[in-house]
């Protein structure tokens, strides 16, 4: 399988690195950055389309996602497959299925969770909307860059698994922080608090694995003055997302459109931008 990878960022360039690793042969191209070790680089996004059985593309937008495949689709192999692994509004997502559809190519959208870390460690979930034929086609490029891939549905089911995943991370870390914050008013020391909502019925991911107060549980960004894992900037950017979900379908969603609020005030006005999501604890700590 030849492979081609756009978007060379953060998260692209270690998981086209493990492709490479794992003896795919892999042409890119990114408009800023250099390619990884081990793959070819292109002159450009067209070029590095040409002649793949699969382009895989991670890229900050819908706005990117569909400029890049108007640049690439002609330029793809009837039969190939564009792989979106990038996290973009649902609405672009099936825009870009149909410009694939009309010219000869396949388009899945995989969105993925597990942030930087998870990306160079080839541990990541990618959440796949298409066919369960292409699913399956491309199921072992999944299992380079990750521990789980899921089949959601049709093209955009991957999108909308990923908002409403990201939906729920982000009002969790949010009362993960408030939690903290509360616990130091009241004298409880972090510690123990970890140790009691950790066991108990307050558990969550927030808390268990990706704890935001320092020196509490296993490492984490908080440890690492919050250097970003997952940024305060994207987990605004996918509640964005998933309000603009929510008001196009009718959905009621108070608690996420609160979060989004919360971290856009963050993000804006409070020194969140650059750090990781789960700095916003320093908002309710200060303010508590």
């Given at each position: 399988?030849?492979?081609?990878?756009?978007?060379?960022?953060?998260?692209?360039?270690?998981?086209?690195?493990?492709?490479?690793?794992?003896?795919?042969?892999?042409?890119?191209?990114?408009?800023?950055?250099?390619?990884?070790?081990?793959?070819?680089?292109?002159?450009?996004?067209?070029?590095?389309?040409?002649?793949?059985?699969?382009?895989?593309?991670m890229l900050p937008d819908g706005e990117a996602l569909l400029a890049v495949a108007s640049e690439i689709i002609p330029a793809?192999?009837?039969?190939?497959?564009?792989?979106?692994?990038?996290?973009?509004?649902?609405?672009?997502?099936?825009?870009?299925?149909?410009?694939?559809?009309?010219?000869?190519?396949?388009?899945?959208?995989?969105?993925?969770?597990?942030?930087?870390?998870?990306?160079?460690?080839?541990?990541?979930?990618?959440?796949?909307?298409?066919?369960?034929?292409?699913?399956?086609?491309?199921?072992?490029?999944?299992?380079?860059?990750?521990?789980?891939?899921?089949?959601?549905?049709?093209?955009?089911?991957?999108?909308?698994?990923?908002?409403?995943?990201?939906?729920?991370?982000?009002?969790?870390?949010?009362?993960?922080?408030?939690?903290?914050?509360?616990?130091?008013?009241?004298?409880?020391?972090?510690?123990?608090?970890?140790?009691?909502?950790?066991?108990?019925?307050?558990?969550?991911?927030?808390?268990?694995?990706?704890?935001?107060?320092?020196?509490?549980?296993?490492?984490?960004?908080?440890?690492?003055?919050?250097?970003?894992?997952?940024?305060?900037?994207?987990?605004?950017?996918?509640?964005?997302?998933?309000?603009?979900?929510?008001?196009?379908?009718?959905?009621?969603?108070?608690?996420?459109?609160?979060?989004?609020?919360?971290?856009?005030?963050?993000?804006?006005?409070?020194?969140?931008?650059?750090?990781?999501?789960?700095?916003?604890?320093?908002?309710?700590?200060?303010?508590?």
């Open positions: 399988m030849k492979v081609g990878f756009i978007g060379l960022g953060n998260m692209g360039a270690p998981m086209a690195r493990n492709l490479a690793a794992a003896n795919i042969e892999v042409a890119g191209f990114d408009i800023a950055r250099a390619c990884p070790e081990a793959v070819a680089p292109a002159s450009s996004a067209a070029e590095a389309a040409s002649s793949r059985d699969v382009v895989l593309t793809m192999p009837p039969g190939s497959l564009l792989l979106d692994c990038s996290t973009v509004d649902i609405d672009s997502a099936l825009k870009a299925n149909e410009a694939a559809k009309a010219a000869g190519p396949r388009f899945m959208d995989a969105p993925v969770s597990g942030g930087v870390a998870g990306a160079a460690a080839g541990t990541l979930t990618f959440m796949a909307g298409g066919s369960k034929e292409d699913f399956a086609e491309v199921s072992p490029l999944f299992g380079i860059m990750g521990s789980k891939a899921v089949h959601c549905g049709g093209a955009g089911s991957g999108q909308a698994a990923k908002i409403c995943n990201n939906m729920i991370l982000g009002a969790t870390m949010i009362v993960t922080c408030e939690a903290f914050a509360l616990a130091d008013k009241l004298g409880l020391s972090r510690e123990r608090m970890f140790e009691v909502v950790s066991k108990s019925s307050g558990y969550s991911w927030s808390m268990n694995a990706y704890c935001p107060a320092p020196s509490v549980g296993p490492k984490s960004p908080a440890d690492s003055d919050y250097e970003p894992g997952f940024a305060a900037e994207l987990m605004l950017k996918d509640l964005r997302l998933a309000q603009q979900a929510a008001e196009s379908s009718g959905a009621d969603t108070p608690v996420g459109r609160l979060a989004s609020k919360i971290y856009e005030s963050f993000v804006e006005n409070e020194g969140g931008a650059g750090r990781d999501f789960s700095a916003i604890l320093l908002k309710f700590a200060k303010n508590g």
